[in-house]
C-alpha cells in the first residue's frame, strides 16, 4: 500500500510540473487555464492517495467534492474574464497584455 | 498486480502532455477531457467512487463544455492568425515530455527517501462522505454557498452592459 | 454570535437581488449598515473580553459537532481591521459613479468578500482557509476587472495567475500534511507533525510559498502593483488596506502559530526576504511616477516589516507584526482614499500633471500627510509605535543588522513619501488645475474617520497596546506549551 502512495505521488508531482511548465510557457491566455486545470487534477489525486493511505478515504473524498465546486466557479469566472479581454484586445495573446508598466 | 496501475498512471500522464503541447486549442481541451477520465479511472481504483463521480461529471463534462463554448466564441475573430503567429510552438513545448521523462526516473528511483522512510498512521474510519461532509464540515459548506453566490454575482456583474458602456 | 460575521454579510449579498427591484439606493445602505454592524460587534467582543482580562479564546460549535470557528487576539485585530476598512469603502464607494445599473451586484460582491475574510480569520482548519481564501482572491479578480477596462482586465488575469500557481501550493502542502496526520484541523495537524521527516518539510514549504506568492513579498510581487494600479478606486483601497494582508501576513502567521512553530531556519528565511522588500520596495516607489503604483510599492516595503517583526518569534515581534497589521489597514487606506480623491478631483494620477493641490484641496491636503507621516514612522503617530516595537524586537533577538536595515528603510520611506507630498501637494499649482476644488463630502468623510483613528491610536498608544495587541502574545505562549 505504501508503494502504490508513492507511485501516486510521483504522477501528482508530474502532472504539477506539465501544468507549471504550460504556465509558464504557454503564449495563450487559454492555454494557460488549461496548465492551471492540469494542476488542480494532480491536487484532486494527490487528495484521494494520500486519503487512500492514512485511511481517511470519506473525509478526503470530503474535501476533494468542495475542491472541485470552488476551482469550477474560478474556472468559469477566469474563462470570463479571459473572453473579456479578447473582446477588448482582440487577441488572446499574453504578451500583447501590456498595458500595465513600471 | 502492480501492472493496471502503470496503465491507469499513463492513462493520466500521457493525455496531460498532449494537452500542453498540442498546438491547437480545441484539442488540448479534448486531450484535458480524457486526462480527466484517466484521472477518474484512477479514483475508483483509490476506492473514492464519489470523487471519482464528480470528477467525471464536473471535470470533465462542465469545464469541457465550457472551455469548448469560449474557444469557440473567440476563434472566430482570431483563430488563424493566433496558429500562424504561434510557429515556434512545438520548439517551446518539445523539451516537455524529455523533462517529464527525467523527472520520472529521478523520482522513481529516489521514491525510497521520499516515501519509504513514511510513517502513517492508519485510522479506521466509519463515518461515509455524507455524514462527515455534514456534521463536521459545515464550514465548508457555507464556503460552498458564499463561493457559488460569488460566481453568480461575479458573472452577471462583469457581463451587464451598462447604459454608460454602450 | 460569531457565526453572524459570515452570515450577515451573506444575508445582505443574497438580498441584493429584492432590493434592486424596490428600492435602487439600498443596495449601498445595505452595505454600509452591515461593515457597521461589524465593527461595533467586533468592539463588542473586544470591550467584553479584554476589558475583563480574560484570554480571549471564543469558539463556536457548528450543527452541534465540531470546533468550527475561532476568535482570538490576533483574529480579532484582524476583524477590527476587516470592519474598518469595509466600513470607509463602503462610505467611498457611495459617492464614486458606478453604473447604477450594476451598483447591486457591485455591493453584493463588496458584502461577500467581506463575509469571506471573516471566515477566513475564524476558520481553524487548513481547508477551510482554503475555501475561503479562493472565495476572498475570487471576488478580488472580479472587482478588479469591475470597470471592463483593458487594464482592470489585465491586472485581474495577472492576479488571477499568479495566485493560483499559490493556490495549487497551498493545496499540495495541505495534503502532505493530510496524509501524514489524517486530519486538517490545525490542533490535529500540529500534534500530528511532530516527527520532522521530509514530507512534513516539504508541506511547509509549500504552504509558506503560497502565503508569500498572495502577500506579494518581493521575488513573488509581480501581480500586486498591477492589481491596485489596475483597480477602480474604492476596490484599491479595499484590496491595499486589507485583502492581501488577510490572504497573505495573517493566514502565514495563523499556519504558523498554530501549526508549524518557528525554527531558526525558518526564522532567517523569512527575516531575509522581508528585508529585500523592505528596502527593494521602498526603492521601487522612488522611481514610480504613477500616484496609486509608488503606494502599492510602499505596501510591499510595509508587508516587509511584519513579516520581520514575525520572523523574530519573539511576544514583543509578534506584538509590533499584529499592531503594524492594524496600522497598515488604516493608514494604507486612508492613502488611498486621498489617491482615489485626488484622481476624482484632477482626473489624473500622474505626478507630472499634479501639484500644489494642499491650497485647492485642504482636507485631502491634510489627511494624506497624517498617513505619510504615519506610514514613514514619526512619532507620536500610530506607525511609529508599532515600527519602534518591531525594531526593538529585531535587536532584542540578536538580529543588530536587522535592525539597522529596518530604520534605514524607514528614512528611504520617508523619502519617497515627502516626493510624493512635494510633487502633489505642495509646490506651484500646474497648469489646468486651478479650477480644481476640493471633493464631495462623501469622500473626504472616509479620510477623516481613518486620520482620527492614526492619530488616536498614536496618542492613547499606552492604552491600546497593553489591552489590545498584548494578548497576541499569549498565542505564542499557548503554542510553545
Known amino acids: 500500500m505504501n508503494n502504490f502512495f508513492g507511485i501516486d505521488f510521483i504522477t501528482v508531482i508530474l502532472v504539477i510540473c506539465i501544468g507549471l511548465y504550460t504556465l509558464l510557457l504557454a503564449k495563450n491566455m487559454i492555454r494557460m487555464l488549461i496548465g492551471y486545470e492540469l494542476m488542480t487534477k494532480g491536487v ?17 473524498q470530503t474535501l476533494v467534492i ?21 473582446k477588448k484586445n482582440h487577441s488572446l495573446n499574453i504578451r500583447k497584455l501590456t498595458n500595465l508598466k513600471g | 498486480m502492480k501492472l493496471h496501475i502503470f496503465i491507469l498512471v499513463f492513462l493520466f500522464l500521457i493525455p496531460a502532455v498532449l494537452a500542453a503541447i498540442s498546438k491547437y486549442l480545441l484539442r488540448s481541451v479534448i486531450a484535458l477531457l480524457v486526462c480527466s477520465v484517466g484521472l477518474t479511472l484512477l479514483l475508483f481504483n483509490l476506492n473514492a467512487p464519489l470523487a471519482g463521480v464528480f470528477e467525471l461529471s464536473v471535470c470533465s463534462g462542465l469545464i469541457s463544455v465550457l472551455f469548448i463554448n469560449i474557444i469557440s466564441l473567440t476563434q472566430p475573430l482570431s483563430g488563424d492568425e493566433e496558429v500562424s503567429k504561434v510557429k515556434n510552438h512545438y520548439q517551446r513545448f518539445l523539451a516537455l515530455p524529455f523533462l517529464i521523462i527525467f523527472i520520472g526516473i529521478i523520482l522513481w528511483f529516489n521514491q525510497d527517501s521520499l516515501f519509504g522512510t513514511l510513517v502513517i498512521q492508519k485510522v479506521s474510519e466509519n463515518a461515509t462522505v455524507g455524514e462527515i461532509l455534514w456534521r463536521t464540515r459545515g464550514l465548508d459548506l457555507i464556503g460552498q454557498v458564499i463561493i457559488l453566490l460569488v460566481g453568480v454575482y461575479g458573472i452577471v456583474t462583469l457581463f451587464r452592459r451598462g447604459k454608460s458602456n454602450e | 454570535m460569531l457565526l453572524a460575521f459570515i452570515f450577515v454579510p451573506l444575508l445582505g449579498a443574497a438580498i441584493m437581488p429584492i432590493i434592486r427591484k424596490i428600492w435602487a439606493k439600498g443596495s449601498t445602505w445595505i452595505m454600509t ?13 473586544a470591550y467584553q473580553n479584554f476589558l475583563s482580562s480574560q484570554k480571549l479564546v471564543l469558539t463556536e460549535w457548528l450543527l452541534g ?24 469603502t463602503a462610505i467611498y464607494s457611495a459617492g464614486y459613479s458606478l453604473d447604477p445599473d450594476r451598483r447591486p451586484g457591485y455591493n453584493a460582491l463588496l458584502l461577500l468578500i467581506v463575509a469571506g475574510m471573516n471566515g477566513l480569520v475564524m476558520s481553524t482548519d487548513l481547508f477551510s482557509l482554503y475555501v475561503f481564501l479562493e472565495i476572498v482572491s475570487l471576488v478580488a479578480y472580479i472587482l478588479i476587472a469591475y470597470q471592463n477596462d483593458v487594464e482592470g482586465l489585465e491586472g485581474s488575469f495577472k492576479y488571477f495567475m499568479l495566485s493560483s500557481v499559490a493556490t495549487v501550493f497551498l493545496l499540495l502542502g495541505t495534503t502532505l500534511l493530510f496524509a501524514i496526520t489524517g486530519s486538517v484541523s490545525f490542533i490535529d495537524l500540529a500534534a500530528g507533525i511532530k516527527s520532522g521527516n521530509i514530507i512534513v518539510q516539504l508541506g511547509f514549504v509549500s504552504v509558506i510559498f503560497a502565503f508569500l506568492v498572495k502577500a506579494g513579498m518581493i521575488p513573488f510581487h509581480a501581480w500586486l502593483p498591477d492589481a491596485y494600479t489596475a483597480a477602480p478606486s474604492p476596490v484599491s483601497i479595499l484590496l491595499a488596506g486589507i485583502v492581501t494582508k488577510i490572504c497573505g501576513v495573517y493566514t502565514l502567521m495563523r499556519v504558523v502559530l498554530a501549526v508549524f512553530g518557528f525554527t531558526k531556519s525558518f526564522s532567517l528565511m523569512l527575516l531575509l526576504i522581508g528585508a529585500i522588500s523592505v528596502v527593494l520596495g521602498a526603492f521601487l516607489a522612488f522611481g514610480q511616477k504613477n500616484f496609486k503604483r509608488m503606494l502599492a510599492f510602499s505596501s510591499i516595503s510595509q508587508i516587509g516589516y511584519m513579516m520581520m517583526g514575525f520572523a523574530t518569534g519573539s511576544p514583543l515581534g509578534l506584538i509590533g507584526a499584529a499592531f503594524h497589521f492594524f496600522n497598515h489597514a488604516v493608514f494604507k487606506s486612508l492613502l488611498f482614499i486621498n489617491a482615489g480623491a485626488v484622481e476624482q478631483a484632477t482626473g489624473t494620477r500622474n505626478f507630472d500633471e499634479l501639484g500644489g493641490l494642499a491650497g485647492k484641496m485642504p482636507v485631502t491636503g491634510v489627511t494624506s500627510i ?44 520617508l523619502g519617497y513619501l515627502l516626493s510624493l507630498q512635494h510633487s502633489v501637494f505642495f509646490g506651484k499649482v500646474k497648469q489646468g488645475l486651478e479650477e480644481v476644488h ?19 491610536c498614536g496618542i492613547f498608544f499606552w492604552f491600546i497596546i497593553p489591552k489590545l495587541i498584548l494578548p497576541v502574545s499569549s498565542l505564542l505562549g499557548s503554542m510553545l506549551k
Open chain 1, 44 to 60: 484532486t489525486l494527490a487528495f484521494i492517495s494520500a486519503g487512500n493511505a492514512n485511511g481517511r478515504i470519506a473525509l478526503s
Open chain 1, 66 to 86: 468542495t475542491m472541485i465546486v470552488v476551482e469550477v466557479v474560478s474556472i468559469a469566472t477566469a474563462l470570463a474574464i479571459v473572453m473579456l479581454i479578447q
Open chain 3, 33 to 45: 449598515l452591515v461593515s457597521f454592524y461589524l465593527v461595533v460587534t467586533t468592539g463588542w467582543i
Open chain 3, 65 to 88: 459537532q465540531k470546533l468550527a470557528l475561532s476568535v482570538d487576539g490576533l483574529s480579532l485585530i484582524a476583524l477590527a481591521a476587516i470592519g474598518l476598512v469595509s466600513l470607509v
Open chain 3, 370 to 413: 497624517i498617513g505619510m507621516l504615519s506610514t514613514a514612522g514619526i512619532p507620536p503617530l500610530a506607525g511609529f509605535w508599532s515600527k519602534l516595537i518591531i525594531i526593538i524586537a529585531l535587536w532584542q533577538g540578536g538580529y543588530h543588522s536587522y535592525a539597522l536595515i529596518a530604520v534605514f528603510a524607514s528614512v528611504i520611506t
Open chain 3, 438 to 456: 476640493e471633493v464631495k463630502p462623501v469622500f473626504y468623510w472616509p479620510a477623516i474617520i481613518m486620520a482620527s483613528i492614526t492619530v488616536c
